[in-house]
């Protein structure tokens, strides 16, 4: 696949697409599902159960983004959430930065993202507030990259609000 640097390379990264207040429920270990956002998935590392829910931020739900933005709702166990994979891999390196909002309970709760091929993430950070819109960024020098996952650390809700994977063409720092 090609891509010229900077091109938007996620789908559905604002989360507009699919229609809120249809939730969805995954549960197992080590098993997909479908996320409530087309072109997202739910991914489950631990036995528990996984839900996601598109939403509007209406009455500033999670103040900082705009009234009536579509964003999706996660609810999961440790190591469990939401992953979109490419079609095939794209030339690294690549940027991976996101906006995503941990609701207060549990208060050690957060989330972290990663950006990596298939399983193998070469690269992650996690969330270090509460009760705000934090916007985290990724960025892998690997050869390729095929996957950017939204995950939990603890038993954790959080909002996503917009994701963004670019090809940024430039080899330097990590």
């Not at 631990?46 to 999706?72: F, K, R």
């Amino acid at each position: 696949m090609t891509t010229s640097q900077g091109e938007e390379l996620l789908r559905n990264g604002d989360f507009s697409e699919g229609t809120p207040g249809r939730p969805t429920s995954l549960t197992g270990v080590r098993v997909a599902g479908d996320s409530a956002a087309p072109w997202w998935t739910v991914w489950n590392n631990t036995e528990a159960t996984t839900t996601t829910e598109l939403v509007l931020n209406e009455n500033s739900a999670a103040p900082g983004l705009p009234d009536h933005i579509q964003m999706i709702q996660v609810t999961a166990a440790p190591r469990n959430g939401i992953v979109q994979k490419l079609p095939q891999p794209v030339p690294g390196p690549a940027v991976f930065e996101v906006m995503v909002f941990v609701l207060d309970n549990p208060p050690n709760g957060r989330a972290g993202v990663g950006l990596g091929l298939g399983g193998e993430q070469a690269t992650t950070t996690l969330t270090t507030t509460h009760g705000k819109w934090e916007s985290l960024q990724v960025r892998s020098l690997l050869p390729q990259v095929q996957e950017v996952t939204i995950y939990s650390t603890e038993n954790t809700s959080f909002y996503v609000g917009d994701a963004s994977l670019t090809n940024d063409g430039d080899e330097g720092n990590n």
